[in-house]
């Protein structure tokens, strides 16, 4: 009859086993811990997404849907009778292809003002020294502050003594008071990424100060401007009560314009409704989507300063 023996473990051997032992239950804490963080964030994710996305469904979902069955309660998030005769009533609507057009004209003329009075002021603001120039940056900042309802009621009696109501002018101007003012200050950030050293040698070679700002300093600051720009299309595109306090129904943009139409004092069509904020809503979705990498970069080129 044989006997086993157990060798007992030396010290070392002792340290190395507890070692080996205390590194896999680390190595099984962090494995943990990484999925449970992975399982918080897709959370966030998901919740987060949600909460953007509901809004948008609930549009399409109300706008595929029959008038009778838009008012149904509990509403039923899956519509059971799909149809586009909510879509093809929208050719039929001349005034609201004119209101499409006033929005059009009106937020590109938006755009482009603020774009180009942004442009001089944030190059002033930024690159110049000169007497006062604190105390503009300031007020400009401090425009935004102001409730658009005080700036209403004083730009309606300047553009009645000017008989500018009821005008492309008066929503153009109306709308570049609220856009300007982050745009300039977009703008002079980006501007204070540029180095000088780069001006001085413009200057050094001839360039006055109006060839150095178009020909070098605009061209390193296009993303910027092409996120201020969308920036001040979106605003001016959106805008309600400038638009529907300033100009009649002739001259209306789309978002008084579609409230008038679908929206009486004892009905509101809203599956029409709906659909006609599908459709107006894809310009605006079609410019993100090809100034996508342009906006992202003029939003964080002002971030750091060189």
């Not at 120039?133 to 000017?162: D, E, N």
């Not at 001085?200 to 600051?221: C, F, K, M, Y």
């Not at 906006?295 to 002002?302: D, F, I, K, N």
Request: charged residues 15%.
């Amino acid at each position: 009859m044989t006997s086993t023996t157990s060798t007992p473990l030396s010290g070392t051997d002792r340290l190395k086993s507890s070692a080996t032992s205390a590194g896999r239950t680390s190595r099984r804490r962090i494995r943990k811990d990484l999925l449970r963080s992975r399982i918080a964030a897709w959370t966030a994710v998901l919740v987060i997404g949600s909460f953007g996305i509901l809004p948008v469904y609930w549009l399409l979902a109300t706008a595929l849907s029959r008038p009778e069955d838009a008012f149904q309660f509990p509403p039923k998030l899956i519509p059971t009778h799909i149809t586009f005769s909510n879509f093809t009533a929208l050719a039929e609507n001349d005034q609201l292809i004119q209101y499409l057009i006033n929005s059009l004209v009106v937020a590109s003329i938006t755009a482009v003002l603020s774009v180009v009075v942004a442009t001089y002021m944030g190059y002033s603001f930024s690159k110049f020294r000169y007497r006062g120039r604190r105390s503009l940056m300031h007020l400009v900042l401090a425009s935004q502050m102001f409730p658009q309802a005080l700036l209403l009621v004083t730009l309606y009696a300047v553009f009645s003594s000017f008989n500018l109501l009821n005008t492309y002018t008066a929503l153009v101007l109306s709308f570049t008071t609220f856009t300007m003012p982050l745009c300039v200050w977009m703008l002079k950030g980006i501007f204070d990424t540029i180095p000088d050293a780069l001006l001085e040698a413009a200057s050094i070679d001839g360039a006055s100060r109006w060839r150095t700002l178009h020909s070098i300093v605009a061209p390193l600051a296009a993303p910027g401007m092409v996120a201020a720009g969308l920036f001040a299309f979106v605003r001016g595109w959106n805008d309600f009560i400038f638009a529907v306090t300033l100009a009649d129904k002739e001259k209306q943009t789309l978002p008084p314009g579609l409230v008038s139409t679908y929206i009486g004092e004892f009905q509101a069509a809203w599956p029409e409704l709906m659909a006609a904020s599908l459709v107006v809503s894809i310009p605006v979705v079609v410019a993100f989507m090809f100034l996508q990498r342009y906006l992202v970069g003029g939003m964080t080129a002002g971030s750091v300063k060189s």
